[in-house]
T-cell receptor, first 113, second 114 residues
Framework: GAVVSQHPSRVICKSGTSVKIECRSL??????MFWYRQFPKQSLMLMAT?????????EQGVEKDKFLINHASLTLSTLTVTSAHPEDSSFYIC?????????FGPGTRLLVL | GNSVTQMEGPVTLSEEAFLTINCTYT??????LFWYVQYPGEGLQLLLK?????DKGSNKGFEATYRKETTSFHLEKGSVQVSDSAVYFC?????????????FGAGTRLFVKA
């Protein structure tokens, strides 16, 4: 089946730095990818829809200047957490559609000290 | 708007017990329905899905039937194992421009004791 990868799987950074997370569809092309955030013991919250070749669509309450999304190709979307703070520590998960099925990456755990 | 409601956990069962996790949804149109499972420290895995009314999704002994009349998609398994301990998410997929947006329930944590 279709595979979605994320890199890195874990990252620890200092407060104030920026962190880039990559999401790749390995064996299919995805014009649309989604970025989710999951706090401990909570459900996934959709942050934004990443559209290849155009601007991302952000959900209400998500700061687009803080969470920069770039979908430069049909197999790669990146999420950059700019000027990260401890409250940005979370589990970030991306997904991509292949046909009508959505496939999820394994997630990236971000810890901001 | 669309939403998914599932029973609160945690659910604690003994091995070989019967499992039911309730899920109801609100949607305009005809969404696809899913159950995802998340094992500790991992991402989501699709467990099963149903794309239209009366469809039954099944996988690894788990089943769920798309009930339009009750707007439900309850997850069942006849005999759980310790390895089934995980968080289970009910979800619906709503087609929007460019793709499908998935809306998740809050998740139900399952503990299975030996």
């Amino acid at each position: 089946g279709a595979v979605v990868s994320q890199h890195p799987s874990r990252v620890i950074c200092k407060s104030g730095t920026s962190v880039k997370i990559e999401c790749r569809s390995l064996d299919f092309q995805a014009t649309t990818m989604f970025w989710y955030r999951q706090f401990p013991k909570q459900s996934l919250m959709l942050m934004a829809t990443s559209n290849e070749g155009s601007k991302a669509t952000y959900e209400q309450g998500v700061e687009k200047d803080k969470f920069l999304i770039n979908h430069a190709s049909l197999t790669l979307s990146t999420l950059t957490v700019t000027s990260a703070h401890p409250e940005d520590s979370s589990f970030y998960i991306c997904s991509a559609n292949s046909g009508e099925t959505q496939y999820f990456g394994p997630g990236t755990r971000l810890l901001v000290l | 708007g669309n939403s998914v409601t599932q029973m609160e956990g945690p659910v604690t069962l003994s091995e070989e017990a019967f499992l039911t996790i309730n899920c109801t949804y609100t949607a305009t149109g005809y969404p696809s329905l899913f159950w995802y499972v998340q094992y500790p420290g991992e991402g989501l895995q699709l467990l099963l899905k149903a794309t239209k009314a009366d469809d039954k999704g099944s996988n690894k002994g788990f089943e769920a039937t798309y009930r339009k009349e009750t707007t439900s998609f309850h997850l069942e398994k006849g005999s759980v194992q310790v390895s089934d301990s995980a968080v289970y998410f009910c979800a619906l997929s709503d087609r929007n421009t460019g793709g499908f947006k998935t809306i998740f329930g809050a998740g139900t944590r399952l503990f299975v004791k030996a």
